[in-house]
């Protein structure tokens, strides 16, 4: 049979791989044609001709000239996912009134596969690169760069945090960045003391962040919420003390609309039994 042992344990069909690997490819460098891919991917032409073949019949990419592309029925599956996430429809609300509040850009972030996915982001009135803002949409970032990714992994269990950074790693952005485990350690358990996380130019030189858990009523972490902005806005007292109180308290109205949701819920299965 066309399989293999899968990463999580189980098995995996080498085929279904290879077309992950292909989408991956078009998602990470862009439109390109078979000789590029095949080369990108280190495999035989014929296998990447057969793959885009079959993902374009299937409607996930397009063709134009000699080129392939990814199409806009990931943008449909993209909507679908976020709009029924329950973090998504509970915390928007809180997202852009927090833009609206401080002025700056405003992100809602979750875990998955290990890295950071914004569901979320809202610019306020003052708000500054919002060319680079826009692609954090479109890709998945490392945790340990960003005030919103240091506080989901605060929360994580310990086995987690390894597992992330065996296979992520620890790479730097700027000259700010976490690159040291220990330090990295080091560093959550101060953020779960004081329960939210800093981003002081680790990300983008010129770029400060205020980041804060959101977490279910058993301590489980569900995402973050963070604010960010210049240095020249992000500093003194309001990034030591303002952001901070607005940060958590957007994440405990979002923790609480979310705790709610579930009680309700389990008091609606309960009574139907």
Avoid: W
Avoid at 233 to 246: C, H, K
């Amino acid at each position: 049979m066309n399989q293999r042992p899968g990463t999580n344990g189980g098995r995996e069909l080498k085929t279904v791989r290879t077309a992950t690997e292909v989408i991956d490819a078009l998602l990470d460098g862009g439109p390109c044609g078979v000789t590029e891919l095949a080369t990108r991917l280190s495999l035989p032409k014929s296998t990447v001709y057969t793959q885009l073949n079959t993902l374009r019949n299937g409607g996930f990419v397009t063709k134009d000239g000699d080129e392939y592309q990814l199409s806009y029925k990931f943008l449909t599956l993209g909507e679908y996912v976020r709009n029924e996430t329950t973090l998504y429809q509970v915390a928007r609300t809180e997202v852009d009134r927090l833009a609206d509040e401080t002025g700056q850009y405003a992100h809602l972030v979750t875990e998955e596969h290990g890295r950071g996915i914004d569901l979320y982001k809202a610019r306020g009135e003052t708000g500054v690169g919002d060319t680079y803002q826009a692609t954090k949409l479109q890709r998945r970032d490392h945790l340990h760069i960003t005030a919103s990714g240091k506080a989901i992994l605060a929360h994580l269990p310990r086995q987690r945090v390894d597992e992330i950074v065996d296979e992520h790693g620890l790479g730097g952005r700027t000259d700010e960045t976490i690159t040291d485990r220990e330090t990295l350690y080091e560093r959550l358990s101060e953020i779960r003391e004081r329960g939210y996380a800093y981003n002081d130019e680790e990300e983008v030189v010129g770029l400060r962040a205020v980041g804060a858990p959101i977490r279910r009523a058993d301590g489980a972490v569900l995402g973050s919420i963070s604010v960010s902005g210049p240095t020249s806005f992000v500093q003194g007292d309001r990034f030591e003390t303002a952001l901070p109180e607005l940060v958590t308290s957007a994440a405990n109205v979002i923790e609480v609309n979310i705790n709610m949701d579930d009680m309700r819920s389990e008091l609606s299965e309960t009574g139907s039994r």
